[in-house]
């Protein structure tokens, strides 16, 4: 029994997605990053413990070498309070996962050591240093994983009862879209990296699980390799589900095979119903006139359709809540999500709200694509707010769902349920208010991978001090 113990916590947020619902269960688990950390330390020399403050609570009386905490903005300050609780305590604490990457400096006045980026390549480092008691600073990878012999995520660690959607299973890693509004690109890369199929399908055989989410940020990214994936899926008993993007959801060829390999729900990111203003954020995949039909193509398919919209962009004025919600119900989604645009630190949405100093609060825990945190070009804040609150009653008022509800087809009527009546409570906001007016952050963000687009690029660079810069470029 190895006598050393690392303990990794994934602080609480308040978000419809991973906070208990019914029966004490969150609708997904939020701790694919986590699960990945902990495949990475040896299970001879340390004990790992998981805590998902999202469904228990954090022992801080627990002794350990040292913890390691993960965080997105929308709970990163949660995250600080923990690390400082620790840290009090003399504990040593590492913190990880988007925004630490993306704010570094901001992150280390909270813990001894930051991991920038992918884990992988640098745990063994971390944990010499940990031993060598020299544990501090940055550790980021000097190259990006070739996702070939991954580690098993410790699946084992799961509290599976606490969750519906337990399983995340990665296939790829990166994005080639670049949408303005999205870390994955800085987080990642532009290129799709792929997991050699057989590891994948090794993963899935020995997860413990016949229901899987599929984590990759765009599951059906390039036409032939998610078919690979598929074909090799086929009659294991999974059934499956992932985010992809709309454009090779049209492909007959690539939703037979997502039918016959046990997809039961595509979630994809159709943001908004205006050309413009998907082009205006970089998303020229999506074709709004086609989507009522792909809709209709992909639940003929006996598929689910999870429609993800965004609200809040320069062309949105306040009739697009209802001109988006009148669409979804029309269209027959089966379930939908309606977020506010959020502008994340070193995303070029972040740069081009801050050069017009359009952002108003940076309290992070507001950063969790229900509340407001600037100022919209059409609209009031407020109006913002209450239009994406609007939008869920709209969506999920009791006569939409008996008007949606799939009576006939083959789509599973038992996860449709699941989604709709979960949604429809968790969406509900307490209060419409939004965000607080807070002062600019010390720190300025410093994306784990540098953008390619020149005015991107040199945004990030000149919000950075001179020694910083050097070391990006
Ligand atoms: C799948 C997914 C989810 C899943 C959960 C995934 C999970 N982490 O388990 C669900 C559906 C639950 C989800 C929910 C949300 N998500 Co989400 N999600 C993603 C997605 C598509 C993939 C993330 C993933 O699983 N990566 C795989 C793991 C292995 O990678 P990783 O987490 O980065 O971890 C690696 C490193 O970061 C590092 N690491 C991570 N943690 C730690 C900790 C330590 C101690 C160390 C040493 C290292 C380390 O090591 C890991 C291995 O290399 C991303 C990216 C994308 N393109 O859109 C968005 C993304 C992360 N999500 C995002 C957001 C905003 C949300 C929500 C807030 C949305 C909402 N309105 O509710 C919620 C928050 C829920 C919560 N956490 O409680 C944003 C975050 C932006 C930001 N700056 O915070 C992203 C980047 C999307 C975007 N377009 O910008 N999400």
Redesign the pocket.
Known sequence: MPTRVIH?INPK?D????RPIYFNRAL???????L??AACIPRDQYEVVLTDE?IETVDFDLKADMV???A????VNRGYEIADAFRAKGVPV??????P??MAQEALQHCDAV?V????LVMDRLLDDLRAGRLRGLYRAQKLHSMVGMAMPRYDLLKKHRYVNKT?V?TSRG?HTGCT????PL?NGLKFRYRPVNEVIAEIEACGSKNISI?D?DFFGTPERPKEVMRALRGRGIKWQA?VTSKLAEDERMLELAAESGCTMLSIGFESISRDTLKSVHKLVNQPDHFAALVKKIQSYGISVFGLFMFGFDGDDPQVFGATTGFNIGAGFDACAF?ALTP??GTLTWYEMRKANRIFSYDWTM????HVVFSPAQMRPDQLRAGVDESYKQFYSANSIARRFPFTGKRSRAQWLVYNLFMRKAARAENLDPAPMTPEPECAPNPPILPLKREWRDAVLEGLPEPLRQSAE
């Open positions: 990794l947020t978000s419809l997605t991973t997904y688990s939020p701790l694919a990053g986590l990945a950390v999202n390691g905490i993960s997105m903005t929308s709970y590492v913190m990880g996962g988007v925004h990457s993306f991991v980026g992918e884990a992988e995340f990665q994005c509004f999205c870390a994955e987080m984590n940020a985010g977020s994340y630190p950063y969790d694509q229900g």
